[in-house]
Every structure is written in C-alpha cells, then in structure tokens.
Nanobody
Framework: QVQLVESGGGLVQTGGSLRLSCAAS????????MGWFRQAPGKEREMVAG???????NYRDSVKGRFTISRDNAKNTVYLQMDSLKPEDTAVYYC?????????WGEGTLVTVSS
C-alpha cells in the first residue's frame, strides 16, 4: 500500500525558513507528478510546487524565488525548502504524488508564519 508521510512543519517568524519532507512507501510506478499543495483556513487548496517525472519544476508565482522543490530518489523522499517565509504562507501543506493509476495524498503538516 502506498503511504505518504510529511514532516518539517512548525512555527516560524516572518523571513525564516523551513524544510518540509515527504517520505513515500509502497509501490509507486510510473510517477507523473510529485509536489506540494497547501490549504489555508476557509480557502481552496492550491498547488505550491511541482516536480514532473522528466525533472522540470513548476511553482506558484507567489513563491517563486523563495521555495525550492527537490527529491532524493534513494530515500524515496520529496522536499520543499521554504525561505523568506511570509504570513500568507501559513497553511497546512500536503504532499501529492500522481501516477498512471491514481493520486496519493499525505495527511498534511502545519506551517505557521508569525508577523
């Protein structure tokens, strides 16, 4: 069974940094997309950063230049390095993996940025 477990969330002041990790287990074949979404209270879930199977990346405009997505194939883990954090980055962050069969989601990790 496929399982995604996120970690690395927490409380940080404006301008600080956090690194989120998403460790995947189970059979993941023909992965088309790996990325991070976030959802603030009362708002829609939105894509933050994505990594395609070919290695290309995609970022939401509001995080470009501040966030970096990467992966460690040996550890089967995807990361999100978050720098220069702002209060509007406060949300629950979810890891997402898509293969040719279905979408998989982590349980989420909370990021809170204080002013």
């Amino acid at each position: 069974q496929v399982q995604l477990v996120e970690s690395g969330g927490g409380l940080v002041q404006t301008g600080g940094s956090l690194r989120l990790s998403c460790a995947a287990s189970g059979p993941l074949f023909r992965i088309a997309f790996m990325g991070w979404f976030r959802q603030a209270p009362g708002k829609e879930r939105e894509m933050v950063a994505g990594l395609l199977s070919g290695g290309s990346t995609n970022y939401r405009d509001s995080v470009k230049g501040r966030f970096t997505i990467s992966r460690d194939n040996a550890k089967n883990t995807v990361y999100l390095q978050m720098d220069s954090l702002k209060p509007e980055d406060t949300a629950v962050y979810y890891c997402n993996v898509v293969n040719d069969r279905m979408k998989y989601w982590g349980e989420g990790t909370l990021v809170t940025v204080s002013s």
